[in-house]
């Protein structure tokens, strides 16, 4: 089983698609740094050599950020938009969308399932006479 990074990759898949199990590599990024280790993209993960994963973490690590140091760029990035009270960071602290999207229908996923009684208190009760 190959570890890299810190994971552990699925066995029987494709290594282009076992190493996206990384944070911080996408299909574009597994494409690039096996073009640059030399290694074919056909082979399981099963089948790579020691070898072959020691080029493959070397390659990742010169590539870019990812796993832990990847989590904690993101996560000051984020604190440092908040401190500075911008409104990106606003909406972060609020949990809500921060690009621009509507929240007023949906935005479900970033602001949690809906609050019961909010719609009923919103209904006009009707007073008999």
């Known amino acids: 089983m190959a570890r890299i990074s810190g994971i552990n990759l699925p066995a029987s898949k494709r290594i282009e698609y076992g190493l996206t199990y990384v944070y911080g590599i996408g299909l574009k ?10 290694i074919n993209f056909d082979l399981r993960v099963k089948e790579l050599t020691d070898q072959d994963v020691a080029v493959i973490q070397k390659a990742v ?4 950020p990812t796993e832990g140091d990847l989590r904690k760029e993101v996560v000051m990035n984020i604190k440092r938009l ?4 911008s409104f990106r960071g606003s909406r972060h602290k609020k949990g809500l969308p921060c690009r621009g999207q509507r929240t ?12 019961a009684g909010s719609a009923v208190a919103l209904k006009r009760k009707i007073s008999k006479k």
């Open 29 to 38: 990024s597994s494409r690039d740094i096996l073009n640059n280790a030399k």
């Open 61 to 64: 690590n010169e590539y870019c």
């Open 82 to 85: 908040q401190e500075i009270n």
């Open 104 to 115: 007023k229908t949906n935005a479900r996923t970033k602001k949690g399932p809906k609050k």
